[in-house]
């Protein structure tokens, strides 16, 4: 007999969910303050996003000012100079728009403005002694999840370490999770931001650290994503594929908040420390080889997520099945036009070792379904490249 262990199950604050939900940004600020400081990129910016916020905030009577300069796999610079527009302008809360990096400096600017200190001192999981400054999170992906997740990722860059914040403390008090906000997303970003999701749920499902309520919303995410991210990659004003990729999304960013992840995140941070690979690209590029590399580490598990890919799995044994689960990501991948190699997007062979390395010292190695060596990730590196 199997007994469930003791758990945390860490539910965000308020998630305000549906189309249109954006519009209410205004009515549920207010309590927050008079100052906001909106952190978005210049990419969000130049989409007007932004401009529909700051009138929907004034008329709220909430000034903003705007700090647009997050860059992909934002830096420790970049969140300083965040915290002193904040300071300077006197900001009372944050709202933070955009990808995960626009919402991680949001948090992170929040973190230390309660806190004190650089970012660099709250590394790894739970150093965070105070809560943060109110964060208002409205994603424009639906991929990172830092919307609702206690994490935060930032790069060191001249140490090429990309380095995760785990904290309670450091989530954001709402978010603001409409669809709408994700239709002039470009198909590539929609793929790559979409696969980064897909891996949330996957790595969260089958890592070693599960429970019944992570486990129904990671499976529930797959579903979701695996059925719908073709339609929304292959036409982006398609909101019922929007609304149910975002969906599918939230639950996964629910799910491995609760959990953690595994070799996928383990071996994709260096790729964005090292060699700035976009991390929902790095990801979608290392998935199948991990999952190919996991099967037999929980094959019921895998043949789940085949299943939930929608792959006839009837008649099979489990192990049959459960191979399914890489092959269908396979598909999926070719068919939403990721690129097939790590050489492709400007890794260079030589530094495999390296990141090989970094990798070994994520606390994702170690929940990872398949018990992990370094040679495990070169190789992992070497297959992908
Ligand atoms: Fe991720």
Known sequence: MEIQKAYFFRVPPEVFYGIGAAE???????PFGRRALIVTDPGVSRAGVVDEIKTRLR??????????????????????????AFEDFGGEFIVAVGGGSPMD?????ATLSTNGGRITDYEGVGKVEKPALPVIAIPTTAGTGSEVTINLVITDRPKK???????????????????????????QVTASTGLDALTHA???????????????????????????????????????ARDKVMTGCLMASMAFSNTRLGN???????????FDVPHGIANAILLPYVMEFNVFGDPKKFAHIAEALGEDIYGLTELEAAYKAPQAIKKLSRDVGIPKTLRE?????????????????????????????????????????
């Open 24 to 30: 209410k940004v205004g009515e549920l600020a207010k």
């Open 59 to 84: 008329s709220s009577e909430i000034e903003t000012e705007v700090f647009h300069k997050v860059e992909p796999n934002p830096s420790v610079e970049t969140v300083e100079k965040g915290l002193k």
């Open 105 to 109: 400096v949001g948090k992170a600017v």
């Open 161 to 187: 370490h990309k380095f995760p914040v785990i904290d309670k403390n450091i989530a954001a008090r709402i978010a603001i999770v409409d669809p709408v906000m994700t239709l002039s997303l470009p198909p």
């Open 202 to 240: 996957i790595e969260s499902y089958t890592c070693t650290i599960t429970h019944p309520v992570s486990e129904v919303l990671a499976l529930e995410g797959v579903r979701l994503m695996g059925a719908y991210l073709r339609q929304a990659v292959a036409n982006g004003k398609n909101l019922e």
């Open 264 to 274: 996928v995140h383990a071996a994709s941070t260096p790729l964005g420390g090292f």
């Open 345 to 385: 997007v400007g890794v260079k062979e030589e530094g495999i070792e390296d990141m090989a390395k970094e990798a070994m010292t994520s606390g994702n190695i170690l929940v990872n379904p398949r018990a992990t060596k370094i040679e495990d990730i070169i190789n992992l590196y070497r297959s992908a490249f």
